[in-house]
């Protein structure tokens, strides 16, 4: 909780600066128009009908500076920042999850670059043998990032290309194993099955395993972003979202009804196509520029 | 599955009962719960408002029609205008050149390399069409190996060119077809943001050098508010022509199938159902506004259920269940009927109130257990299950093929669905619930 007034903090000294929309909005007092008015900005910026009417009740009732409570609002929603965890006994494993097209090769791609960076020996698997070229894709992101690609061919067992990259990790010092899986409707039994059998396999391995389990969220989707997480995190135990393509004029409301309802923090989010534009993700950014 | 399906019911009993005269008053609530169903379903905020204006005037000029509830004629009004709004005009592709060429734009991870792969394969199986595939997005890792993995498989030769000049490779695949003999050209470029000013002008380009017959966006179902800005910005410069929305197996309600084309007036001529390469369908505006209205159409369940159902039975088995003399005759006979309008979960989707439910499956399957379990009681136990003891029970097990557990379960479904018909009468004695649904006259 401390963290969490620290940011609010952090938030009035922006009061005039950031929130240009919405602040000057509701400054001098909330009318039931501005109510409406701050509702349809949160509608427009997908964060649903049931969340943002949370919101504006919240801002009806509760008493002080309008502007401090839909912030404080807002933030609490989010809760406070969560970065991605390491294994204390290596490898840290991380499988990326989601919907087709997604961004999940991308951000596996991103991920090597980055914790290679950071001095980490990395490894990609290509656990997609599903989709046409989706491991000439992988292995062209590993040869960005400099990291080695453990694949299998085309339509090759899933939970065996996971064993081999796990094992392979083990066997060889490596810190960091960065699964990525095909993209799958969340509505389809069988391919949920298959993710789930991954990560048996991987725990079978090495308990604890993986240490986190990340769905990969497109920005530009909307209130389905909910019932995807609710799914995948049934079947696999979510640990984060990585919310991609935030480059764009989409800005991700949905993240405020999943943290809301499933407690599932976002962790991640990508903001471009270069290997470098993959973030940590901020709250008190966030909500700037959900209000902007 | 059966607690399911009670909860479900009771919920659409609620909104099926009675409200009598029409008042201002439930037409606003009923407009707000289509307004709060809208934008579930994704639909843009400034989209819903407009057309919910503009339905709201023309539903409260209307006059109930006898025996139809107010929300139920609300809910129908707004039906008939989604179908009318996703309707209209051309659906079909316009290929009059030779060779015709079809542009796949849109947003990056939409799905335009799959839909260009699926459109080829279905002009060459519907349409005797010859055509060539162009991979055009230099940009993505592997796209083009993707498309011409997917050539491969539908037998569809792809044109690669030098892999670094989407211009160049443009202009030569034109030419490669012509000489060919292809008469159809699919050109898949990269998935760009509408605001990237030097993607878009690659996009403009690619358009002007090869003339296209048809534009076609591409546009996940899954889209949230945002999309129809980009779907007008990439109409606004490239004069599309039409849009194709992608993954609709899955459960997403695909509101931004209306709002784009509200905004921009474009038809949608394709949808895609799934990942394999026949898996696109042509566009039904009906499917795709009961999808986004998720209110389902009472009007029509009514009158399937109308045109189905044994009148006569159904009367009779409506006394028995006011009386809670419901046995597994009566649930036999259900099933019966129901199977008779087609599957449990299309009739299901009719129901106000159950689309929007999450996480609803109705297995068909279990439908066939079920009736295979009632099928193996003897005449004596349908008719009067308290009979039924461990004995039987076996023996129905036995008979059905079914486990004993399966059969416990039944006759404890069929025991709570006894004791909700009863609360169900009492209600309604009571006047809290207004008429029986099904009731017919």
Redesign the interface.
Known sequence: MAMLNFLKRGLKKTKDGFFGRAISMIKGGITAEKLEDIQ?LL????V??ETSEYIIEKMRKEKGDPVEVLRNTLIDLLGIDERLKFSQIPPTVYTLVG?????KTTTAGKLAWRFKRDGKRVILAAADT?????I??L???GKRAGVPVIAHQ?GADVGAVAYDAVKHAISNGIDLVIIDTAGR????DNLMRELEKIHKVISKLSSNQPTETLLVL?A??????I?QA?IFDKSVGLTGIVLT?L?????GG?ILSIKKELGIPVKLIGIG?SVEDLRDFDTFKFVDALLE | MFENLQERLSEAFKLLKGKGKITENNVREALRQVK?SL????V???VVKEFMDKVTSKALGEKVIKSVTPDQQFVKIVNDELIDLLGGKEHGLDLKSRPSIILMVG?????KTTVAAKLAFWLKKKSGRNPLLVADDI????????????GK?IDVPVFVGDRKDSYKIAKEAVNFATMKGNDVVIVDTAGR???DEEMMKEVEKIADLTKPDEILMVL?S??????V??AAEFDRRLTITGFVVT?L?????G??ALSAKYVTGKSIKFVGVG?KLDQLDVFYPDRMASRILGMGDVVSLVEKVQENLDKKKMEEMEKRLRKAQFTFDDFQEQLKQVKKMGSLSSVLEMIPGVPKM?NIKVDEDQLVHVEAIINSMTKEERANPGIINFSRKKRIAAGSGRTLSEVSKLIKSYENMKKMIKQFGKLEKRGKLGKFPFQFK
């Open positions: 349809e509608l427009l910026s997908d649903g009908p919907v087709n097209g997604s961004g599903f989709r046409a070229a989706a000439e894709q292995k062209e992101w085309m409707l969340h509505t389809k497109d530009t989707i909307g209130q389905n972003a019932q609710r393509k480059d764009g004029t989409a800005k949905m196509e | 709060m934008l579930s379903a994704d843009n905020y400034k947003l990056q991870g939409s799905g940009y993505r890792p592997a796209a083009i190996e993707q498309l011409e993995i997917l498989s943001l509408q605001i996940d899954m889209a949230g508010q945002d999309v800005n980009a993954k197996d899955g459960d997403s309600r509101g931004v990942e999450k």
